[in-house]
């Protein structure tokens, strides 16, 4: 798959363990971004205070070809 792909992990999500995001990350292809939020664990991405700074503007940023 050929699609341009940003991703983002959490250093204390026990559901994401690092090996298998380097794993992950080896696999894709046409990988734009990555970002690791240290502080972050799974549910953080969709409730973490800071979400929006961390992680929402980025996207936005992505999409608007300005990051």
Known sequence: MNV????????NDL???PQDVKNLLSE???HIYHKTIS???????L???DVYQQVYREII??????L
Do not use: E, M, P
Request: glycine letters at 14%; proline letters at 0%.
């Open 4 to 11: 341009s792909t940003a991703t983002w992990n959490g250093g």
């Open 47 to 49: 409730f973490g205070l």
């Open 28 to 30: 894709i292809t046409n």
């Open 15 to 17: 559901l994401a363990d």
């Open 39 to 45: 502080c972050y664990n799974h549910i953080d991405f």
């Open 61 to 66: 940023d992505i999409i608007q070809g300005s």
